[in-house]
């Protein structure tokens, strides 16, 4: 106990066990911590649980299968008072978030499928892990990602690889403490878990998985916590642009009853992260945490992306906003060659702005939209010259063979496709007619050398 007195007198944090801090992007789960510290100071984690995080009373090892995850690694308020006791233990900060608790302001608090009944692995990650085992440092190096016990996650977000959940040797589901074997081991046979048959996935779904689970996966959960009034003050601003986005619209839309939304709006229920991803899919965003975006980013994410093809609101505060983002949308869509380019009039009557509100908004999207457009024009009409040029000469060609007099008028007349030399003058069509006989010249009196040879 003198330990702590000096520790407060000292103004330090005081701590009994330490163990080194060890994430990559995401960090360690409070499950994989507890099974670092016991190894290092040699208790068994039976022991450990029990007596620093149970008030001293018994459990059977089945709880260190499965439950001991939704205790720790989840967000209900046992999650919540269990990581700060551990976080009290291990010296640091008692806010530190080794688990999804900082989902407890936006998922219900029964935290409902969210942990997965099977512990999940990268073998990668573990043979990684395995090599940077620091000197000096006699705490197992390696240690499971928090995102590796949520359910609906089967990848590994650095490898892009399926997560393993049983041991290549002994074929046995591994428990999210083992009460055996260090981890990274098979609890029943002590293979190492890092030996496994990697099965890759496509890197495009892991790149769009990566971002579905961003919510998930964030950097820093410290900093990043999503709140619930946020979502509700961006429900209440969708409803504002698009008066038909009511409770019941969007209910349908996820296939839930109205009135869960409604709940959520009154602020009576938090939704359930199974609806939480209904309404992102639903919104048409990437993942879940865009609905916590800032309000302004929210909408225009929403209007961009035009899953929602409701009426907007021509009153709304954000009426002008949205406006905004969908030409903004469009212009970079003709830059980016998805849209044929159209002139700045026309583009002005399709959003019902005036050319000059163009020129003031957007004045460098539309100068490079006007550049796309003329590098449009110019293509088309080269590709118009060499038709032409083609036709010009089989016309002529056709006359000398029927020995008429070669004229504009007559040549055009053998055009097979009239409409090609709709932009183009007399005087210029005349020089194509004098390069086709200079040509066919050429060719008839290159023949009749051979011929002669
Ligand atoms: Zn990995
Ligand atoms: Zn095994």
Redesign the pocket.
Known sequence: MIHFEYAGYYGYNPSIFMIHDRSITGPESNTSRISRVSLKYGIPPTAFVQHYLNDGKALNREFFQFEVATCLNSCTPKTKRLERQLNILLGVDSDKCNSYSFLEDVVDSKAHGLISKQRKWCHLCYQERRDKRRPFDNSNAIFDDLYWSMDRINICMLHAVKLSSS?T??K?SQPYISTTVEIGH?H??H?FLGNSNTISINEQEWLQLREVFTLFYANTYSEYRPRKAQLVKNLKALRSIFPSATSRYLGDAMGVSEDIVRKWISGSRKPQLDTLFLLQKALGLFGPHQLFYDTQVFLKKVALNGRIALKLNKKSEYNSLMLESRISKFLNGVIAGQHEPISRTKIAQRFGVSESYLQRRFSGLCQRVSDALSEHRFTIRSQQVLRIEYQMEQAVSTLISKDRTITLENALNYFTQKEIIKNFQDYELLVFLQKAIDTQKAKRKKNRSKNIR
Do not use: H, L, P, Q
């Open positions: 041991c040797w002994c046995k098979c029943y046979c293979a």
